[in-house]
C-alpha cells in the first residue's frame, strides 16, 4: 500500500523521507525522521512505534543495519513489516517480511535506499533510486525526494491509486525545516504534494532564520 525513499546529502547535511500511499494520511504514520541522527519509513502493516525506535538507536550511533536488527528483534511482528532506514554515515538498510503484501520490492544508493508493497512491478524502487541519483550540483535534498516519488509513479507506481504522500526534511536545527503533506486526495497527491513544496521551497530558509534570529530574518525592520 506504500512507496517511499529515505535519502540524505553526500555531507549528510540533510536527511528525509518521501512517501506515498493508498491509504490515507501515510506520512503521519510512516514517515520518521531526526536531524543529525537520520530517517525511517515504518511501512506494510505499518507499527509506528518502530520508527522513533530505529531513530534512537541511529542516535546512540549504531550503523543503520543494526539499528534495523535491533528494532525487528524486539517485536513478534517483523515478518509482516516492511522498513527503509538511512544513518548520518554508512549504508541504508531495508527489510521486507515475508509478510509483505502484494508484489513488493527494495534499492538502495550509498545515501538512499527505497521500497514498497503492493506495488505494480518490483522494479519500481529501482526507479526511484536512479532518479535519486540523477541529482545536479544545487538541487535540494527535498527536490530529489519529490522526483524519485514520481519517477516511481512513472514507472508504476502502486497497482492501485494513491491517496496520500507527504515529505519530511530534517538538518542541524531541532526541528524538520519541511515537514508537508497531502493526507487525502482522489487524484494525484505526488502531484498536489510538489504543488505546495514550489510555494514552501523558496521560503525554507526565511522560516529557519525567523526562528533562530528573528532580529535579521528578511522583511523585519528595526525600530529606529
Same mark, same amino acid.
Given at each position: 500500500?506504500?512507496? +517511499?525513499?529515505?535519502?540524505?546529502? *553526500?555531507?549528510?547535511?540533510?536527511?528525509?523521507?518521501?512517501?506515498?500511499?493508498?491509504?490515507?494520511?501515510?506520512?503521519?504514520?510512516? &514517515?520518521?525522521?531526526? &536531524?543529525?541522527?537520520?530517517?525511517?519509513? %515504518?511501512? $506494510?502493516?505499518?507499527?509506528?512505534?518502530?520508527?522513533?525506535?530505529?531513530?534512537?538507536?541511529?542516535?546512540?550511533?549504531?550503523?543503520?543495519?543494526? *539499528?534495523?536488527?535491533?528494532?525487528?528483534?524486539? %517485536?513478534?511482528?517483523?515478518?509482516?513489516?516492511?522498513?527503509?532506514?538511512?544513518?548520518?554515515?554508512?549504508?541504508?538498510?531495508?527489510? +521486507?517480511?515475508?509478510?509483505?503484501?502484494? %508484489?513488493?520490492?527494495?534499492?538502495?544508493?550509498?545515501?538512499?535506499? &527505497?521500497?514498497? $508493497?503492493?506495488?505494480?512491478?518490483?522494479?519500481?524502487?529501482?526507479?526511484?533510486?536512479?532518479?535519486?541519483?540523477?541529482?545536479?550540483?544545487?538541487?535540494?535534498?527535498?527536490?530529489?525526494?519529490?522526483? *524519485?516519488?514520481?519517477?516511481?509513479?512513472?514507472?508504476?507506481?502502486?497497482?492501485?491509486?494513491?491517496?496520500?504522500?507527504?515529505?519530511?526534511?530534517?538538518?542541524?536545527?531541532?526541528?524538520?525545516?519541511?515537514?508537508?503533506?497531502?493526507?487525502?486526495?482522489? %487524484?494525484?497527491?505526488?502531484?498536489?504534494? #510538489?504543488?505546495?513544496?514550489?510555494?514552501?521551497?523558496?521560503?525554507?530558509?526565511?522560516?529557519?532564520?525567523?526562528?533562530?534570529?528573528? &532580529?535579521?530574518?528578511?522583511?523585519?525592520?528595526?525600530? #529606529?
Amino acid at each position: 500500500m506504500t512507496l +517511499s525513499i529515505v535519502g540524505r546529502l *553526500a555531507d549528510a547535511r540533510m536527511i528525509g523521507i518521501a512517501i506515498a500511499s493508498s491509504s490515507p494520511a501515510v506520512a503521519a504514520r510512516c &514517515a520518521y525522521a531526526r &536531524a543529525g541522527v537520520g530517517a525511517v519509513a %515504518t511501512q $506494510n502493516l505499518t507499527d509506528p512505534s518502530l520508527g522513533p525506535r530505529i531513530l534512537d538507536a541511529l542516535a546512540r550511533g549504531e550503523p543503520a543495519a543494526v *539499528a534495523l536488527d535491533e528494532a525487528l528483534r524486539a %517485536t513478534p511482528f517483523g515478518a509482516y513489516r516492511q522498513l527503509a532506514v538511512i544513518g548520518r554515515h554508512g549504508p541504508p538498510a531495508v527489510h +521486507s517480511g515475508v509478510h509483505a503484501l502484494g %508484489t513488493v520490492g527494495s534499492a538502495h544508493s550509498a545515501h538512499a535506499a &527505497a521500497a514498497g $508493497n503492493l506495488l505494480a512491478r518490483a522494479s519500481v524502487p529501482a526507479a526511484m533510486i536512479d532518479a535519486f541519483e540523477r541529482a545536479t550540483e544545487t538541487e535540494t535534498l527535498g527536490a530529489r525526494l519529490l522526483r *524519485a516519488l514520481r519517477a516511481g509513479l512513472d514507472a508504476g507506481g502502486e497497482a492501485g491509486p494513491l491517496h496520500s504522500a507527504g515529505l519530511l526534511v530534517v538538518r542541524e536545527v531541532s526541528w524538520p525545516i519541511v515537514d508537508l503533506r497531502v493526507d487525502w486526495s482522489d %487524484t494525484d497527491p505526488v502531484a498536489a504534494l #510538489s504543488s505546495i513544496w514550489d510555494r514552501y521551497e523558496p521560503q525554507i530558509e526565511d522560516y529557519v532564520q525567523r526562528a533562530l534570529d528573528p &532580529a535579521s530574518a528578511p522583511g523585519f525592520e528595526r525600530p #529606529s
